[in-house]
């Protein structure tokens, strides 16, 4: 799995970050070659040349001025003259001046000269001979340790430290506005009414900011009249249809009654049909969470299913599943669910399976049915679009089941998928974010409780208790 950033924030402060790295290095590298080891060089050459010229001035003057010299020496140059042998070692610094200084040492006195150091001193001496005699000369250890890349490194490191704030600090002044056009846009994906983004920042910002706007406006306003039309279409349809009933109704007796049986079952077809494109157009407002027994929610709706002559076969693994939701648009999703798979399933019992842990909130509804294509399985939760299967059976379905329970998922952030079964069919899973345990709706928590069934929606759930069975058939 890759571990690079997926926000703009993170992937350009780690292209800005390498950026300026492999700047201070090509920096470094064209300091330390150009200007760093040349002066190194001229450095260690100069004092390299003072201190053999004082072992020869050493020679050349009287006993006398020696003392004179030597506190000169010491004042303007540091240097310091050994007056008596003492126990020393080979020196092996690894001073920074230090391989530069050995060499031009070596070529100023003409010879391969000694280096060494006092074991209880921070004194660095030479050996340095002047017509035959030869004069120890030290000086601190603190003249072959001064550092110019420290400074270079310091210098160009908090430059780049500081170019690195700057550039972060203005990535996210552009980011923030793109993080609210990005929540806005994907509360509009939902369904949702997005709220209007602020046309300030930069001016591409501000200029997508108020096209944004505008887009969702004209957006609401297409749903809006969409709702209109399509309501007033469905209320103008029902009215001749209550019609057409009602004369079916008062038909003679001596009319034919498979005739009559024909024109009923239409009616209620379009009635259905009616029924649906006003729930596709609408959708569902949002309504505070209550909790729900999901178990309960299942085995009502396949109650209803068991009075039309389906059969369906119910498991549970999980402990007592009480969960918040709005209760009419899950119950509107699993019922559309359940109807497709009874629909499709070829007559065959119906498997549904709950899952309700810690880790996942989740149902699947299984049926072995022909299935649905992998190319085709996006496409199923379009309106009207349906499989050319479906189409050869002369179902009665619409084409709207899947894209109303999309829609109504879309919206309160639930994830349908349509998977293979193993062994022929359908898998349809719904999965509900497992953190939703409590609802929040306003400033409080909502625990009222929502019951399921002609019988239980007039009783309260009984603090939570669940029957103690884990499958049942219907």
């Not at 004069?135 to 690195?164: C, E, H, M, S, W």
């Not at 983004?197 to 108020?210: F, Q």
């Not at 406006?217 to 809006?224: A, G, I, P, R, Y």
Request: aromatic share 6%.
């Amino acid at each position: 799995m890759k571990s690079y950033p997926r926000s703009l924030l993170g992937r350009t402060a780690i292209t800005i970050a390498v950026t300026l790295v492999a700047f201070m290095a090509i920096s470094m590298a064209a300091a330390v070659y150009f200007i760093y080891n040349p002066m190194a060089k001229r450095h260690a050459e100069d004092f390299a040349a003072i201190i053999v010229s004082v072992a020869h001035l050493l020679q050349d003057l009287p006993v006398e001025m020696h003392t004179e010299l030597e506190d000169r020496l010491l004042q303007d140059h540091g240097l310091i003259i050994a007056q008596q042998p003492f126990e020393s070692y080979e020196s092996t610094s690894d001073l920074p001046y230090y391989p530069f200084f050995h060499q031009a040492l070596d070529r100023q006195a003409g010879e391969d000269l000694r280096i060494i150091e006092s074991a209880d001193s921070p004194i660095i001496w030479v050996d340095v001979s002047a017509h035959g005699k030869t004069y120890r000369i030290g000086f601190d250890k603190q003249r072959l340790g001064i550092n110019p890349p420290v400074v270079l490194i310091l210098a160009v490191g908090v430059g780049a430290l500081l170019t690195l704030l700057a550039s972060l600090l203005e990535v996210r002044r552009v980011v923030r506005p793109l993080n609210r056009l990005s929540d806005a846009v994907k509360k509009v994906a939902r369904g949702g009414d997005s709220p209007r983004v602020p046309e300030e920042g930069p001016e591409e910002i501000a200029s997508l900011a108020r096209t944004f706007n505008r887009m969702s406006s004209d957006l609401q306003q297409l749903s809006e009249n969409r709702t209109v039309m399509i309501a007033g279409i469905s209320h103008d349809l029902r009215t001749p249809l209550t019609r057409l009933g009602l004369a079916v109704e008062m038909l003679d007796e001596n009319s034919n009654p498979e005739l009559i049986e024909r024109i009923r079952h239409n009616l209620d077809a379009m009635n259905s049909l009616i029924r649906q494109f006003l729930q596709f157009s609408q959708g569902v407002e949002g309504e505070c969470p209550v909790q729900l027994d999901l178990w309960q929610m299942i085995e009502s709706l396949a109650a209803d299913l068991k009075l039309e002559g389906s059969e369906l076969q119910l498991h549970r693994n999980d402990p007592p599943c009480v969960y918040f939701a709005d209760a009419v648009a899950l119950e509107r999703v699993l019922e559309n669910l359940l109807k497709n798979a009874v629909q499709h399933g070829g007559s065959k019992p119906i498997d549904v399976d709950l899952h309700c842990n810690d880790e996942e909130v989740a149902i699947e509804i299984s049926d072995r049915g022909p299935g649905i294509p992998l190319e085709e399985v996006q496409a199923v939760f379009r309106p009207f679009h349906r499989l050319e299967a479906a189409r050869d059976l002369s179902s009665n379905g619409t084409g709207l089941g899947l894209a109303i329970a999309n829609q109504l998922a879309l919206k309160h952030r639930w994830t349908i998928q349509l998977l293979p079964r193993e062994g022929g069919g359908t898998v349809a899973r719904i999965s509900l974010p497992p953190e939703h345990r409590f609802g929040l709706c306003g400033s409080s928590v909502q625990r009222r409780q929502a019951t399921f069934g002609p019988e239980a929606r007039t009783m309260p759930l009984q603090s939570g208790k669940l029957p103690d069975n884990r499958a049942s058939n219907l």
